[in-house]
């Protein structure tokens, strides 16, 4: 079962000169998986929070392209906290990782790869669901 500990920091190569940045992406390189969606969120209120949930089978890559976004990863016994600030840094998330992420102001940008399509079956968005679900996994691994 996956852990706070398989949350993971990407820094993507950045190439900067006096007329701006570009950040190179190419699916199954920086990004380690089969990209099957893609989605931003924004225009969300100072300090407002968003996800709280997990997912049985998507893998995600949370990008930040503007702003700052403190992307909060559980695993019900262990908490991560990590702050992307920079278009050239991600964080990856496996699949069975509670994730939440505050916003820092509306004009925060935060793009998302997801290894899956939009499946509504594919959320737990309940946290005590969540937990039951991580010590069933955990008691029947232990059998």
């Known amino acids: 079962m996956t852990t706070v500990d398989d949350v993971e920091i990407i820094n993507f190569k950045c190439f900067s000169e006096s007329d701006g940045s570009l950040v190179p992406l190419e699916f199954n ?4 998986f089969d990209v099957k969606r893609v989605f931003y969120v924004y225009g969300v209120g100072d300090k407002n ?4 949930h997990a997912h049985y089978t998507t893998k995600q890559i949370l990008v930040c392209l503007s702003g700052a976004c403190e992307v909060i990863c559980k695993d019900g016994e262990s908490e991560r906290r990590i702050v992307l600030n920079s278009p050239s ?3 990856l998330i496996p699949e ?3 994730d939440e992420q505050i916003y820092a102001s509306p004009e925060t940008i935060l793009l998302v790869f997801s290894s899956t399509k939009y499946n509504r079956s594919d959320y737990i968005e309940d946290w005590q669901q969540y937990k039951r679900l991580r010590i069933k996994s955990e008691n029947n691994k232990n059998r």
């Open 96 to 98: 069975m990782i509670w």
């Open 29 to 32: 390189k920086e990004i380690p």
């Open 89 to 91: 840094q991600a964080v």
């Open 49 to 52: 929070k968003r996800g709280e």
